[in-house]
């Protein structure tokens, strides 16, 4: 399987974010403008400049089914291409200038079921690879460049590069995993298939919004998501209620005491309460 430019599809999943506002895609072109670009926009309404860009495939769905939709379908159309390499993409991440060129002098070309990661950075903060224990994600001070051992380890999406070969080897992302966990799901889906993964020396820049607190009202919806990506995380893995159960009760209550407000230990319980029900 050889690796190149050509042979490698770019996925971005777009939610309320123009093409060419997009962080993402605007540094990706930057490093080759005629690159593969796959976008899945998730958007209430098109972008009315797609057709302006003619090395994208765009795909627009107001449905809004979540990133793991997106990334499937993007994996099925490079596979209907022959594309055999996928890098997966979140709208507000940045690539360095000489990052296509770092791609070809760092993948090993000879066995096709790696994975490949970088390290993304958030105001200076590691955000992935981070350690990977009781179904949650934890911080790292850092990480060795090079082959490590998958697992305690886990990922975000965004920034991860494989094979079309082992994405579908793993059947892709759970659909029913729409938005929050999706990445740890699917990680422990590769998990079952191989043991270790490289880091490439590639640092990413990473816009995270999830923990702005200022609008209050945002905030708890993405929260309201994040509570019913670890349920829809649990029914997917059919495994580590407890986990998952004290992941999202401790954030409750931290969040509830934080920010002086009871909101967030009620979504909880109310979560708790939905899922027992749905098992019954």
């Not at 050889?2 to 042979?7: A, E, G, H």
């Not at 590691?126 to 490590?148: A, T, V, W």
């Not at 799901?185 to 990413?204: A, E, G, M, Q, S």
Request: with cysteine; proline share 3%; net charge positive.
């Amino acid at each position: 399987m050889n690796f190149s430019i050509k042979n490698l599809q770019i996925i971005i999943v777009l939610f309320k974010e123009k093409i060419s506002t997009s962080i993402s895609y605007k540094s990706i072109t930057e490093s080759d403008p005629e690159i593969n670009v796959f976008i899945y926009d998730n958007s209430p309404t098109r972008d009315p400049d797609a057709e302006k860009f003619p090395n994208v495939v765009y795909i627009h769905d107001k449905r809004n089914l979540g990133v793991s939709t997106a990334y499937n379908e993007g994996a099925k159309f490079a596979k209907s291409k022959n594309i055999e390499w996928l890098l997966l993409l979140d709208q507000d991440t940045q690539v360095p200038v000489n990052f296509l060129s770092q791609l070809k002098l760092n993948i090993n070309m000879t066995n096709p079921l790696n994975l490949y990661a970088m390290r993304l950075y958030s105001n200076g903060m590691l955000l992935s690879p981070c350690g990977y224990k009781f179904k949650r994600g934890n911080f790292l001070r850092n990480i060795k460049e090079g082959k490590n051992n998958l697992k305690k380890i886990t990922f975000l999406n965004s920034g991860l590069l494989l094979s079309t070969e082992l994405f579908f080897k793993v059947q892709g992302y759970d659909k029913n995993v729409p938005l929050y966990f999706s990445d740890f799901v699917f990680i422990n889906r590769l998990r079952k298939h191989i043991k270790t993964f490289t880091l490439l020396p590639i640092d990413l820049i990473h816009n995270l919004s999830s923990n702005d607190t200022k609008d209050k009202k945002k905030f708890q919806g993405r929260y309201n998501l994040y509570l019913k990506g670890a349920f829809e995380a649990l029914a997917s893995e059919k495994e580590g209620y407890i986990s998952y159960f004290a992941t999202t009760f401790f954030r409750a209550i931290k969040l509830s005491l934080t920010l002086k407000d009871s909101y967030y230990i009620k979504s909880f319980m109310a979560q708790v309460r939905l899922y027992n029900k749905r098992r019954k």
